[in-house]
C-alpha cells in the first residue's frame, strides 16, 4: 500500500529544496577530500569489493584428483533449477566405476538467477557457486558456459577438487 | 549308561562288509519287514516314537503318513550330507554299518511304497561315498536290491549321490534341488516335499540314524524301543561330542541322559585343570548353554528345547575356559555367511552383516552397540526365510552375546581378549 | 469364491488367489520385490509379509493362499518392523548410486523404501565390491552391485522367453546375476527384463543416460510394430519421443512386449520425419506448405477420370482413416481401382510362439475389413500392369509409417514412379521418393503417437488408443488430408504445437551482439 502525501506548499517551490541537497553534497565533498579513509564508496575497477568466502557468483564444475571432471551428470541440478539454464548431455564412460559423465554441460548465465540451488542439489560437490562475480562480455554466447569455462577456466588454476572423492569411498567400502 | 543298538558292531571292522554284516544278523530284519503289511511299519515307526535325528526332530511315522495315498511314484531320499559343524554321526555310521543304514532304506522304502532311493553323501566324505557305493553293489548282488526282493516281490533300486560340498543341501528342499541338478537352494513350502518333491514327485527325505533305527524298531518291536529315552523323546540317540573332552567321538545314549553324565563320563571329563565354559547341544546353530545350564539338562529334545536350545544333530561341542567366545562366534559367522545360498535377503545380507560385525568386534574394532545391534538383526532374520539356515545363524549369535554378554563387552572395551583368562586360540 | 479381510477391510477373491492378489485387488499396497502378476512365485525378498490371524508366525502374502473367512494384515507394529528392516536388509550391500542410475524416479527400492522404511539404517559396515557396467548383450546393461537378487529376470528368460541365458551364480552375498559362460542375453524379448527389474540393474543400452524418468510424461498407445497390437505406454518429453513399454493387457500381450515394438519410437523423432509438403520431380523440389501441398494434390485427383486413379494403401492406419479415405476415393471420386500393399507377403502367418507376428502393419485386419466394407476388393494384381500400360496416371500411395518394415520400398516408389503423378503420403523422409521423374507430391502424416484412432488387431479385437504429443505440427492425419483433398476446409487453430526437438540454450542463439 502506498501512501500519497501532498506535496506543501513551501515544497511546491523546489529552489529551497535544490540548493539544500547541493549544500549536503558539497558538504560531504569536503568532507571526502578531506578524509578520504571514510569514504564509502570504491573506485570500481581499480579497487574491488572483496566479498565474502560464501558469496554465490559464478559457477564452478569441480573436478576429481586426477583432474577430470566430477559430475556425474545425474541432472538434479537441471531438475532443481527454477530458470532451467542447465543442459546436460550424460553419456557412457570407458571407465565403469565412473559409468556416467556429462560430454556436456552447460549453463546459460543469463538465465541463471544464482539461486545456488544446484549447489544445493548436487550429490558429489559437483558443482559449487563461485567467489568469482565479474561477468562482463561483448557476445551473447559468451554467457552460455561450457565445461571448458566452468570447470578449468584460467581463475580456477587447473580445477577446484571435489571433497567427495570416488576412489577414498570405494575404499571405505561405502 | 551307553545303550548300543546302531553302534552295537562299530568296533567290529568285518561288519562294513556284507557277510560280516549278515554273520551278525544283517537282513533277517529285512526278510521280516517285507512280509509285514507296509502300514503296519508305518505304525510300528509312529508308535516307537522315533524323531527325524537330522535336527528338526520331526515324527518320522507321521512324516510318512503325509505322503498321498496313491500309486503315484515316490522318492526316499536318505540326507547323508552331514554339514552342522560338530556332527560326524552319519559318518561314522555310513563307514563302519553301511548295510545297516541299506536295510533300514530298504524297509522303510518298503513301507511307503517306494521303488527308487538315493542317499545323498556330503561331498567331502570320500570315504563314505566309496563304502556306502561298495555295500550297494553287493546288496544288489545278493538280492536285497533290485527286482523281488527275497521273493517278496517288492522290487527297489538305490543309488549314491555326491554332494558337491554345499552345507545348505542338508535341507531337505535344498537337497531335492541338488539332485535333480539345480542349484542347491532350497525350495518354497508348500508345496511340502510330501506332497511335490524329487521331481515334483512325493518324497520322503529322512537323516541317516533314522533310516537305520527303523531296522531296529521292526526287530525289537516299538514297545522295545520306546523303553530306551524319555516319554516324548522315545529311542537312543548318536551324538558326536567333540571339543574340549579327553574322548571326543561318537556315543549312542538313550535320550534324557544328563548331559554333565555324557561329558565327564562317557567322554571322560575335560582335560584336567580346566573350567567348563559352555556347551553347545545340537551343532552349531543350536544356541549355546552356559556351564550351569549344561550341568542341569538332559540330552532329549523338550528339556533342551526348555532350556532354550535344540537336539538338533546331537552333536556336542564342549568348550572350556582357555576358549575366547568372541572368536568362536566369528568362527561360526563366517561359517553361516559363506554357506548361505544367496536366496532370500534376510539371510544373505544378514549373515553377511554378521559375519563383519563379529570380525570387526575380533580384530579389536569393535562398538559397545553393536552387541545390541546383532542381537536386533538376528532377531529379524529369524523364521523369516524360506529355509532354516537365517535361524541357524540367528540363534547362536543371539545365545552367544546375551549368555556370554560380559566377555563381549570387555573384549569390545578392550580391543581383545578381556579378564576371563583365556587366551587367544 | 472365499470371502476374507483385508486390514480390516472385507473383499470376495477368487479361488486359488494368494493373499498378495488379494491385497492388490483390494488397493493395499504390500512392500514386494520379486512377486511379478506375470512370473512364477520365488518368496525370495521376503517382504510381503503379513500377519495371518491363528498364524504364529508372519507368512509370505505371494505364496499363502486365500481361505474362506481369513484375516490378514499388514499394518500391524510387527509386519510394519519386519518390513523395515528387510528393506534395510536390500541396501545392505545396494551401492545407493542413485544419483548415476538410470532406474532412479522408478525404482521399486527407491518408492518402497519411503513407504515403508526405517529412514534409519544401522549397517555402517563395508558393501559388498561387484561389477558394474557389464555387458550383457545387444540391448541389457547389467550393474552386479545394484542387484537385489530378486530373480524376476531369470525367472522371465525361463518361463517366459525360454530362453535361459540368465542365472545367479555363486552364494550368499556375493551371489551375482550372469549369464552361462559369456552367452549373450540375445532374445527378442530381453527388454522385458530391464522392465521387470525393480532396481537399476538392468538397463536398456538403447535408452541408459538418455533421459531423466522423471523428465518424461507417459501415453497409453497401441504398438504399431506387427499384426499383435500390444498395449504400450510412450514416454516422451518436450525432446521427444524416448521410449516404448509394454501395459497390461491380459487379453493381448499379459505383461510383455518384444524388442522390436520397442523401436517403433525411433521413427517417430523429428530426425526421420517429413516436416513440410513437397511438391515437384527430381531435383526439381519445391518445399511447400502441407495446406498447399495437399489442395494441389487434391486438384489433380479431381481433374484425373476415376478410372485412371489408383489407390494404393498399406496396412498402417487407422480404422478410422481408412474409413474416411474409402469414403472420399470411392463413394466422391468413385475411384474403382484400389489396391492393399502388403509388406513381406510370405511371412505374414509367421508367429514365434509368444507375441511377434510376420505381418508386420498394425491394421491389416482393419484394412481388410475396410475392403470388406466398401465393397472393394484389395489385391496387388494389375498395379503394375496398369501402370506400365499407361492405365493409371495418378497414383496415390498411403505409404507406411515404418519403412523399416517394407523391404521392397525402394523397388516399389520406382514401380509407382513410373506413373504420370504420385501422391505419396508418409510420415518420414525417404530419399528414393526425392528422386523420382514423375511429378510427386509428399505429404506429411502424423504417426501413431501423435494421432487418436484404432487398430484391429489380428485376432480382429479393435483397439482404441488416444493422442500422446505431437511431433511435427503440421502433419496431417489422413482423415484430415482427405477433407483438404476434397477441397474442404479443416480447422488448423486446433492443432497443438510439436515438441522442439533437442533441448537448446535458445536464447544462446538469437541474442547476438550485444
Redesign the interface.
Known sequence: MSLVRKPSAAASWYLPGILAGMWFTFVKMIGNILNPKKMPTLNYPEEKYEYGPRFKGNHVLTVKKDGSIRCTACMLCATACPAQCIKITAAEHDDPTVEKFPISYEIDVLRCVYCGFCEEACPVDAIRMGPEWQTAGLNGSKFAYDIQQLAYRPQLKGGVVSVLDDQERHQAGI | MQVKLLSEHYDKPEFQTLGGYERHGGYVVLAKALKMDPNAIIEEVKASGLRGRGGAGFPTGTKWSFLPKNGEPRYLLCNADEGEPGTFKDRVMMEKAPHQLIEGMIMSSFAIGCKKSYIYIRGEYTDSLRIVGKAIQEAYKAGYLGKNILGSGFDHDMDVYSGAGAYICGEETGMISSLEGLKGQPKLKPPFPAVQGYLRKPTIVNNVETLAAVKYIIRDGAASYRKHGTEKSAGTKLFSVSGNVQRPGTYEVPLGLPLKVLINDICGGLKPGRKLKAVIPGGSSAPILTADEANKVTMDYEALAQMGSMLGSGAVIVIDDSNCMVDMLSTIMHFYHHESCGQCTPCREGTGWLNKITHRIAHGHGESKDIELIKKVSEQMMGKTICALSDAAAMPAISFVTKFRDEFETYIKKGQLGAGGAAHA | MPKIKVNGQEIEVPEKSTVIQAFKQAGVDICHYCWHPGLS???????C?VQVEGMP??QIAC?TEVKEGMSVNNTSDVVK??VK??LD??L??HPL????CDQ?GECGLQDQYMQFGSYDP??A?????K????DLGPTVMLDKERC??CSRCVRFTDEVSKTNEL??F??????EIGTVQGKPLDNNYSLNTVDICPVGALTSKDF???Q?V??LKEADSICPGCSTGCSVKVHYNEEGVWRVKPRVNPEVNGHWMCDVGRNTYKYVNLKSRLLSGKVGKRDLWQEVSVEDAVRSAGLKLRETSPDAIAVVYTGQYTNEEYASAFKFFKEELKVKNVFHWLNNPEKVNEFDGLLFRGDRNPNTKGLENAFASFGAKGSWDNLQAGINGRKFKTVIVFGPEDQSVFPDLDEKIKMFSQAENLIWLTACANKSLDSVGGETWQIPVKTYIEKAGSFTNFQGKVQDFKAGTTIVPQALSVSEAVELMAGREINWNLRPRGVGGP???Y????????
Open positions: 512365485i520365488a518368496g525370495v525378498c521376503r517382504l509379509m508366525k508372519l505364496n518392523e519386519t528392516w528387510g536388509f536390500h545392505i550391500n548410486d542413485c544419483p548415476i532412479a544401522e549397517m559396515e563395508p558393501k559388498v565390491k561389477s558394474k557396467a557389464v537385489i537378487l542365472g545367479i555363486n552364494r550368499g552375498d556375493r551371489s541408459r543416460f538418455r531423466r522423471w523428465y533441448k537448446t540454450n536464447a544462446v542463439s538469437d541474442r547476438g551482439e550485444l
